[in-house]
């Protein structure tokens, strides 16, 4: 039963581009979300939180949209550059209890040159 | 850097074999979190350790088995081991308190022959 999903194994788009990453949860006690980015041969990297007492948050080029009554958060990524291309992993969080991240299976962002 | 440290990073071993991952978390993080990715996966929680107390339990093998010690370094330690638990597996420490993300390892991969 995958409580957190990304529907989306790959998404291509021109640098310069806006990037839109989409994830839906299906734990209602899910009150904490992020989004992590992956390189190849790395750890995931932190970029991007959301609580769920908020509807969206920004961080530079990097916005994230929480619409709980849809159980959908996205991730905008304005202007993309070709450093971005990496996975990006959706994750939530119930941070009454232990804490640990439930993820998604990831979306593969190529920027285009 | 993240400041988790993972050893090794690579391992190659034999079926039914045992194994030890280790992973060093953050200087200050009390808690320490494995998570497993299989091919083509998102990352699956397996335990949380918190101060040396195991916190909680994801999908953790009877075969699999953790601890953290006093100077808060972890090991993982992976017996019996079969050619399904080949995956990369990855180490993440956090302090405690509020919404905070984890930081992650490089990630140890386990490749089983």
């Known amino acids: 039963d995958q409580q957190v999903k990304q529907n989306s194994p790959s998404l291509s788009v021109q640098e310069g581009r806006i990037s839109i990453l989409n994830c839906d949860y299906t734990?209602?006690?899910?009150?904490?979300f992020l989004w992590y980015k992956k390189y190849p041969a790395e750890g995931p990297t932190f970029l991007i939180s959301?609580?769920?007492?908020?509807d969206k948050n920004e961080d530079g080029r990097f916005t994230v949209f929480l619409n709980k009554s849809a159980k959908h958060l996205s991730l905008h990524i304005v202007p993309s550059q070709p450093g971005d291309s990496a996975v990006y992993f959706c994750a939530a969080q119930i941070t009454g209890s232990a804490r640990q991240l439930t993820f998604g299976s990831g979306t593969q962002l190529t920027v285009l040159p | 850097d993240s400041g988790v440290t993972q050893t090794p990073k690579h391992l190659i071993t034999a079926t039914g074999q045992r194994v030890t991952l280790r992973c060093s978390p953050r200087?200050?993080?009390?808690?320490v979190y494995w998570y497993q990715q299989s091919l083509d996966q998102g990352l699956q929680f397996l335990i949380q350790?918190?101060?040396?107390?195991?916190?909680a339990k994801g999908n953790i093998l009877e075969r699999f088995s953790a601890q953290q010690f006093p100077d808060l370094h972890s090991e993982l330690n992976l017996s019996s081991l079969e050619l399904g638990d080949s995956a990369l597996y990855f180490c993440?420490?956090?302090?405690?308190?509020?919404?905070?993300?984890?930081?992650f390892g490089q990630g140890t991969r386990l490749t089983v022959v």
């Open positions: 959301i609580s769920s007492i908020k």
């Open positions: 993440a420490s956090s302090v405690e308190g509020g919404r905070t993300e984890a930081f």
């Open positions: 734990n209602s006690m899910f009150d904490y």
């Open positions: 200087s200050g993080d009390l808690s």
């Open positions: 350790y918190y101060n040396g107390e195991e916190r």
